[in-house]
């Protein structure tokens, strides 16, 4: 009996459906608010914003989000800035980046055009305006993806359905390449779609609107406008130029430039100004980058500290750590500003005195007092104050002072000159002074590179309200800010001067500069050199200048067997003064620029797949 | 029955004369380990028609009618070795028999049943109570060490609670299914109390094929100890074990002396520093002098956070027996393990409790039922323990403790982690870590009427896990000192950056299983011999987990008083996920006289793992066997007492795996939220405040990816040789697996956004030998020994791999996977030294930068290609990339009176190893790392001051390279990549027992002292004080950067005593 029981109990025979139970479904997926807002998370998450983690050197560390680690990159140094004389840093030099790593975000692509082709299917789950601002923002963010392989690779194949193999035969999956200036121009057509179905704001700053679609827009017609205008002067020949997949035609320009300039003006009819809450003009241009409300974010990324963590490692690594828990408790800095970019707000001649000698000074900070508030607020100076800590650096100490002038005495080979040096920044010499380089001073190569080679420290984005403690890897949340009104005031002023709007591009100007502390400018100080100058200064460290430098098409003519100088400061100590010496930084790393890299060459794995991708770029 | 042990008497009598005359034989037989009466046991004398036979009573007790002129009577009964007396003119002989694992009549488990051994046409191991828990150890699995043919076992580290071993079965590769009292995954074997287990059998072969998807890696069968009939009596036992770990491998670092000099060195020996500036040497000769003369005093930061010893406990005490209606095995254990920091903040502790009742309802009807449990606490500090270990080695001997070497201000050292700190849970924190187990299984077994031999079973079983954790990181300060102003500062540090948090998680298991079966065994015409088994089952499990963390203000540990800040809560979709099989099991065996043995069994196994239509799959395994000593050509040719058993036997079987790493693959949708590969943590993205999951289309659903199928030919040979003094084994196997999935090559245009899904396309091969033999000789009335040992090899080669052709015939080779060995390593060969700068001058090889760079005793390597270069193009196979290869074991015993000695010998060859970090070079990290003392012993200029790259400078030799020597040149070299093997002294045991004579005094049956030692003794070719076991960056398909910095090893010595009452 016991055993018929048994088996009449188990012969409630199981069935085996129980699938995983972590999946949802489209029906889950497109029910409600909630979850197309976990669709764009996923969406965002992925977006090509090349933030603070942002690596150009595609270090792949197994997280599959090859360049663009969201959330375990740490070695922010590793900027693409670093590697072309923005900043000195821990590459080697231009050819570190300038192949790309290999971008090709179509699986991504993929899911965006499935949600456009999805939405319509469960349209009925939202009120008819909600069903237009998804689908603008997925327009938004598929212009996106393109506008990074664009710039990238020039053209590339347009993708807008949703392929399947084997539904599709491999020979259909073969697709052409378009012509670069069909991409672009796709990339404005979306763009102005987006600015259509988009409402003036989609509830948070990380996502975008119809202004942002504008900025996008405005970015990467000027983009566009300055390719085919100085890529039909400076270009390397070849089939994919010929057959337009590389290059657009000069005559092109001028349209791609208005329409920057016109997208420029719909983003001003948005919430948008410069940021001008304080009266100091350094704590004014500091906080630009740390307060949350400012008016000047049109799109930013932010970090979370709470659970799951992801911050970002900004603050501790652009602080020295060269003395133990120097301005960080961890991390540490590997790239530095160079003399070149500050000399671009100011030539610091005030170091040597007419005759060439150097000039001494009293305290290590006396030489910047006077800059522009702007460039304080961007670079760290000796004697700047930081988390109550002395930016305290030198690169050595002259028992007494050399005989001649600066410019002998930085000629002269390293072995000969006659100053003390160290190679750790706690050895002291004759306890007077601290340290012989300072605890935040400069290592010779080969020595850990966690403090300055030229002198000077980041300041952009650096977090001053925070104490030693609470700055170490994976701790910063200050958000990254993708477009910032200051960005279309720059690219519409660019634009117009390339268009000969003068008037438009010098009140754009004078309004970036007045906030800056700077003098304004008049009609005829009006040059591209200016406008361009400007754009150095004001995003400076924001991942424009490498782009910028070769849509200039000026990267190889820059970029020529240069090195990259510091300006070095020492003490002289029967004087006990300082002196500041323009130097090549200590690396004396040589950085070059290949023509061919004003455009990437495809990735090699997809031109095996698909010969129809062929002719590659010139040169590859 | 009794059929069977005639046929046994054949094998075992020895020819004797008949006589007429008669005597009458009277005796006890009792059990050697206790003195327990044994009934049952036959008494036989004579030969042929002369045979005469008895058993014994309840009592032990036997009486025999022997011809007068018989020498001697033989004693045999299941489970003990057969005993020879002679009868040297006694009326009265008493006997006491011993345990035996290798007698003829000897039962073993085997897949949902059990078989005589003798009859065992399947590649099946059994191990044995008592040859199990000789060897002492935290856990289980490491006591199966060297003693099981085909078990590759390497153990991690000896962390209390972490259980950390990596094996398989015969290099199949993938873990083995492990069944606990006829339930899969019934419990957790390495957490068991070894005093619950009463035999270990492992399957190999076509033996595992009633496993189905579960049984293609083999399969683990573990049998609990079940009460016997003792006549209503019971026996306590009652056992202790006191250990004393020491800890194998701990390195010991320089001092500041050493230290400094050492830096000094390097900067001098660096041809990037050496050349630029004035460089003042990082350490001047004041303040070294100041740690020679005594005014500064060098840190020994390993000695402050290690201990050199620590305890570890068991105890056990269980009850056994019972009358012949209800008997019983009830257990409780507990032992406790403490750890390596001098804080002892890393401990754990375990109970286990088992109840196995058996009740004889009526002549038919039988039922059991097994209760078991355990429960553990592992205890940690917050501090990740490789972190430990890292920051605890590389601590710099120039830094100190305590700022300004006070005690109260704990120092602040570079990374934040002062080690002293770290091994505090008052300071950085802790975990604790806890898990509990509920088995439940109850059996009916009923024989059926009117049809003999048949027998009818149902198994119902439940099981509970719960795994409830704690965790609490804690800030606190560490201090530096200003001398200036006499002052400290404080910096408040966590371990995770955060603030003060507590973190509960729960999560739990359910798993159920039924099971309902028909046994029938029977005998047909005295020669047929027939059992067959039809099972079904079917199984399911479930899991759920959540977590919840909030910042701690107040120290309390409690959520409750916790602030609102940092509130998180969630659960991981890992673990939730359903399992659903059931199968059908049939088997039937046949022989012929005990001489002819086949066997067909077969499994339709279902998995929920598997897209509709593809859930069920049918797994059927044969095999036979041939006794070629029953056959009377061979016993009139050979004497038995060269050979009494002789069998061969083959199997072949067609199992299945369930790939776990693609189950539910054919599932289409959204990942929600995908999960981070790399710290298993949601990703998502940050909108307005708020993390905000995402939701990821998971990649290509595959309609038709299912298990792959693993085809498994055994061959084997059985002897039992010499008087029955030896017996042996060898065996050779094959194991295919067909179906591994992979994506096909027809590769489609990454345009397309998505791969092509799995389908099952490659195969692999595994291949294998293995050879055991044991001797077992009684000398005299006192003395006994044993001896045995087994060795096994095995290799796995990639039959086909999906992958499109390489570039030239070189890549093809170097990368190729098809019909190749897997797992290679590639490199170079090292070939020695550099010992003058004039045999770096005329070197006609660039060992790198044209040797510009390089200094005497720089390693140097093989042109291999002898292109002049050392490059990658030098590569070639150098070694394997996997679990040893070659795995053996040796045991011998000595029983003399009441001493008995056992050892265990077990090791391995055929492994590789690479020691990265701190256990490979020194002043890692640009001299923020220190160094480990072997470092001393390299090349070093004899003037400190001297250039270094000054061709007339004297150097030093030594063992090692000059500091600045860049080790990542050896990396993939046969200097960096370097052999493992190793043999040890597992397992070494003295035991006395107490004279029955005594203890009959005192009412106590048998009590038992030893001293016994775990790891005594290593000898491996490693020189580097590393142990052999301890993972570096392998075995490992992925080596893990903090595996040098693992917990180690240990080496035990214990003292216990058995006390049966």
Redesign the interface.
């Known amino acids: 009996m016991?055993?018929a029981g048994?088996?009449i109990?188990?012969t409630s025979?199981?069935k085996?459906?129980?699938?995983?139970?972590?999946?949802?479904?489209?029906d889950?997926?497109f029910s409600s608010e909630a979850?197309i807002?976990?669709?764009v998370?996923?969406e965002?998450?992925k977006l090509p914003i090349e933030s603070f983690e942002y690596r150009p050197d595609g270090r792949n560390?197994?997280?599959?989000d090859i360049g663009f680690n969201l959330?375990?990159e740490w070695e922010h140094f590793y900027r693409a800035g670093a590697a072309c004389g923005e900043m000195v840093g821990p590459y080697g030099g231009t050819g570190d980046i300038a192949n790309g790593f290999g971008y090709?975000p179509?699986?991504?692509?993929?899911?965006v055009?499935?949600f456009i082709a999805t939405l319509p299917k469960y349209a009925s789950n939202f009120t008819p305006d909600k069903v237009n601002n998804f689908l603008g923002e997925a327009y938004f963010i598929r212009a996106y993806y393109y506008f990074a392989l664009a710039k990238r690779y020039g053209g590339i194949?347009i993708?807008t359905t949703v392929?399947?193999?084997p539904q599709q035969t491999?020979q259909e999956?073969?697709?052409h390449r378009n012509t670069e200036d069909e991409v672009w121009t796709f990339i404005g057509n979306q763009l102005d779609s987006a600015y259509q179905l988009l409402p003036a704001s989609m509830?948070?700053?990380?996502?975008a609107n119809k202004y942002t679609a504008m900025a996008l827009k405005s970015r990467a017609m000027l983009y566009a406008g300055s390719i085919a205008k100085y890529g039909s002067q400076n270009f390397v020949d070849g089939d994919a130029r010929a057959q337009g997949f590389a290059g657009i035609s000069a005559d092109k320009a001028p349209a791609y430039f208005q329409k920057a300039i016109d997208a420029s003006k719909l983003v001003a009819e948005g919430p948008y100004s410069l940021y001008r809450k304080s009266a100091d003009k350094i704590k004014n241009y500091t906080d630009v980058f740390l307060d949350a409300t400012s008016p000047e974010n049109i799109l930013i990324?932010?970090?979370?500290?709470?659970?799951?963590?992801?911050c970002n490692s900004w603050d501790a690594t652009f602080s020295p750590q060269g003395k133990?828990?120097y301005m960080s408790?961890?991390g540490g800095s590997r790239a530095y500003p160079t003399l070149e970019l500050v000399e671009r707000f100011d030539s610091l001649n005030m170091v040597i005195n007419p005759d060439g000698t150097p000039r001494r000074f009293d305290h290590p900070a006396d030489p910047f007092q006077n800059l522009e508030p702007r460039l304080r607020a961007t670079v760290y100076f000796p004697g700047d104050v930081l988390r109550g800590k002395v930016f305290d650096q030198r690169e050595?100490i002259y028992l007494t002072i050399f005989n001649g002038t600066v410019a002998d005495e930085v000629a002269k080979p390293?072995?000969a000159?006659?100053?003390?040096?160290?190679?750790?920044p706690t050895?002291t010499?004759n306890g007077a002074l601290g340290t012989?380089i300072g605890g935040a001073g400069m290592y010779?190569?080969?020595?850990?590179d966690n403090v300055t080679r030229t002198g000077f420290y980041v300041r952009k984005y650096i977090d001053y309200t925070k104490t030693?403690?609470q700055v170490?890897?994976?701790?910063g949340t200050t958000p990254w800010i993708e477009f910032r009104y200051a960005e279309i005031l720059l690219n519409r002023a660019e634009a117009d001067i390339e268009t000969n709007q003068l008037n438009d591009a010098l009140t754009c100007l004078n309004d970036i500069r007045d906030r800056a502390g700077a003098p304004a400018l008049t009609l005829t100080d009006m040059t591209v050199d200016v406008v361009r100058n400007e754009r150095c200064k004001e995003l400076a460290f924001e991942n424009h200048y490498w782009w910028d430098i070769r849509r200039w098409r000026v990267a190889d003519v820059w970029l020529s067997n240069a090195h990259f100088k510091g300006l070095y400061p020492y003490y002289v100590e029967n004087e006990g003064k300082y002196i500041f010496l323009k130097e090549t930084e200590?690396f004396n790393r040589n950085y070059n620029f290949d023509k061919k890299n004003y455009y990437e060459g495809l990735?090699g794995?997809?031109l095996?797949?698909?010969p129809n991708?062929y002719p590659n770029n010139p040169g590859y | 029955m009794k059929k069977m042990y005639r046929l046994l008497f054949l094998v075992c009598l020895l020819p004797l004369s008949i006589f007429a005359q008669q005597k009458t034989i009277k005796g006890k037989i009792t059990d050697s380990k206790d003195g327990s009466p044994l009934s049952g046991v036959t008494i036989t004398a004579g030969t042929g028609t002369a045979k005469v036979a008895t058993a014994t009573g309840a009592d032990g007790g036997f009486t025999l009618t022997v011809p007068a002129n018989t020498k001697e009577i033989i004693v045999s009964t299941i489970g003990f070795s057969d005993v020879r007396e002679k009868i040297n003119n006694r009326d009265i002989i008493n006997v006491r028999m011993n345990a035996s694992a290798k007698d003829l009549g000897e039962v073993v488990v085997v897949a949902y049943g059990t078989q005589k051994k003798v009859n065992l046409t399947g590649s099946v191991a059994t191990l044995k109570s008592s040859e199990i828990t000789i060897t002492k150890n935290e856990n289980t699995l490491n006591m199966l060490t060297g003693k099981i043919p085909g078990l590759r076992m390497t153990q991690q580290s000896a962390e209390p609670g972490a259980y950390a071993n990596t094996f398989d079965i015969r290099g199949y590769g993938g873990a083995p299914a492990i069944v606990i009292d006829g339930v899969l995954n019934g419990g957790n074997f390495q957490r068991m109390d070894p005093n619950e287990i009463e035999s270990i059998s492992v399957l190999k072969d076509a033996a595992a094929a009633p496993y189905g998807f579960n049984g293609g890696n083999g399969v683990i069968l573990i049998t609990t100890k079940k009460g016997t009939n003792k006549n209503g009596k019971f026996d306590i036992n009652y056992s202790f074990n006191q250990g004393i770990q020491q800890f194998l491998g701990m390195p010991q670092g320089v001092n500041a002396v050493d230290y400094m000099m050492l830096v000094n060195e390097k900067a001098r020996e660096d041809f990037g520093t050496s050349f630029t500036g004035n460089q003042q040497l990082p350490f001047s000769y004041d303040a070294i002098e100041a740690f020679v003369q005594g005014n500064s005093v060098s840190a020994d930061w390993i000695d402050a956070a290690f201990s050199k010893t620590s305890q570890q406990v068991q105890h056990n005490i269980n009850i056994s027996g019972g009358s012949d209606k209800v008997s019983a095995f009830i257990n409780l254990g507990y032992m406790k393990q403490d750890g390596v920091f001098k804080t002892n903040s890393i401990n754990y502790d375990r109970w286990n409790f088992r109840s196995n009742i058996s009740a004889k309802i009526n002549d038919r009807l039988r039922a059991q039922v097994l209760l078991s449990g355990y429960g553990d606490q592992k205890n940690q500090p917050y501090q990740d323990l490789y972190e430990i270990f890292k920051y605890a080695w590389g601590a710099l001997p120039t830094n100190t403790l305590y700022a300004n070497n006070n005690p109260n201000y704990l120092h602040l050292i570079p990374n934040s982690v002062n080690p002293i700190a770290a091994i505090d849970p008052s300071m950085v924190g802790y975990k604790q870590l806890s898990e509990k187990n509920i088995q439940a299984q109850g059996i009916l077994e009923y024989d059926i009427p009117y049809i003999k031999g048949l027998k009818a079973r149902g198994v119902y079983s439940i099981g509970y896990t719960m795994d409830d954790n704690k965790s609490f990181s804690n800030q606190y300060n560490l201090y530096s000192y200003d001398p200036t102003d006499s002052s400290y500062t404080a910096s408040h540090v966590t371990s995770t950056g955060q603030p003060s948090a507590l973190n509960r998680s729960f999560a739990s298991n359910t798993s159920t299983l039924a099971q309902l079966s028909l046994n029938y065994a029977n005998t047909f015409s005295k020669v047929h011999n027939v059992t067959a088994l039809l099972l079904y089952e079917q199984s399911q499990s479930q899991g759920d987990n959540f977590y919840a963390q909030r910042n701690i203000t107040i120290p309390v540990n409690y959520l409750y008083a916790a602030s609102g800040n940092g509130q998180q809560g969630g659960s991981f979709p890992n673990g939730i996920n359903p399992v659903q099989n059931k199968g059908l099991v049939g088997r039937v065996t046949y022989d012929y006289k005990g001489k002819y043995l086949a066997e067909f069994s077969f499994r339709n196994d279902g998995s929920n793992y598997f897209p509709p239509g593809h859930k069920f799959g049918l797994f059927p395994g044969y095999s036979v066997g041939w006794r070629i000593s029953e056959e009377s050509f061979f016993k009139n040719h050979i004497s038995p007492k060269l050979i009494s058993n002789l069998k061969i036997r083959a199997s072949y079987a067609e199992l299945g795996l369930s790939d776990q790493a693609n189950k539910f693959a054919f599932v289409g949708g959204y990942a929600y939220p995908p999960v981070d590969p790399q710290d298993n943590k949601p990703l998502g993205y940050m909108i307005n405040g708020q993390f905000v999951n995402g939701a990821a289309v998971l990649p290509n659903p595959t309609s038709d990816l299912s298990w792959y199928t693993s085809d498994i030919t055994n061959l084997g040979l059985d002897f039992t040789i010499l008087n029955n003094k030896i017996d042996g084994t060898i065996e050779v196997y094959r194991r295919d697996l067909n179906g591994l999935p992979n994506r096909a090559t027809v590769t489609i245009p990454g345009t397309v956004g998505v791969s092509l899904p799995l389908e099952n396309l490659d195969s692999r091969r595994t291949e294998g030998i293995e050879l055991s033999l044991s001797y077992k000789s009684r000398i005299g009335h006192d003395f006994s020994l044993s001896l045995g040992g087994n060795v096994s090899y095995e290799r796995t080669r990639n039959l086909h791999v999906t992958e499109g052709p390489q570039g030239n015939q070189y890549l093809q080779w170097k990368n190729g996977q098809t019909d190749r060995n897997t797992n290679i390593l590639w490199g170079t060969d090292y070939a020695g030294q550099y010992t003058s700068y004039s045999q770096i001058y005329n070197s006609t090889v660039n060992n790198g930068g044209g040797n510009n760079t390089v200094l005497p005793g720089d390693y140097y390597m093989q042109d291999w290609n002898g292109d002049g270069v050392i490059n990658n193009d030098d590569y070639h196979p150098i070694a394997v990339q996997d679990l040893p290869l070659v795995n053996f074991g040796f045991n011998v015993g000595f029983t003399y009176k009441s001493i008995d000695i056992t050892a265990l010998f077990a090791g391995a060859a055929g492994v590789w190893t690479e020691y990265g970090e701190q256990l490979g070079q020194p002043l890692m990290y640009s001299n923020a790392a220190s160094a480990f003392t072997k470092f001393l012993d390299s090349w070093h200029p004899v003037d400190p001051y001297a250039n270094a790259f000054d061709p007339n400078t004297q150097w030093v030799s030594g063992k090692y390279p000059n500091m600045a020597y860049d080790y990542s040149k050896i990396q993939n070299s046969t200097k960096g990549i370097v052999n493992a093997s190793y043999v040890r002294l597992k397992t070494l045991e003295i035991g006395y027992s107490l004279p029955n004579s005594i203890l009959k005094k005192v009412g106590i049956k048998n009590c038992r002292f030893y001293l016994n030692g775990y790891n005594l003794l290593t000898f491996t070719g490693l020189d580097d004080g590393v142990d052999p076991e301890h993972p570096a960056s392998f075995p490992s398909a992925s080596p893990d950067p903090n595996f040098p910095y693992k917990y180690p090893l240990n080496r035990t010595f214990n003292f216990g005593a058995n006390i049966t009452l």
């Open positions: 016991i055993i048994l088996l109990s188990i025979c199981q085996l459906d129980a699938i995983r139970q972590d999946v949802l479904t489209d889950q997926i979850g807002t976990a669709y998370a996923q965002y998450r560390d197994g997280s599959g959330h375990h090709w179509y699986a991504d692509i993929r899911a055009n499935y194949p993708i392929q399947n193999y491999v999956l073969q697709v509830g948070a700053l990380e996502r990324r932010s970090y979370y500290a709470g659970d799951p963590e992801r133990l828990n408790s961890g050595g390293s072995g000159r006659s100053y003390l040096s160290s190679s750790d050895i010499y012989v010779p190569p080969g020595s850990p030693v403690d170490n890897l994976f701790t200590n990735p794995g997809e095996a797949t698909n991708l």
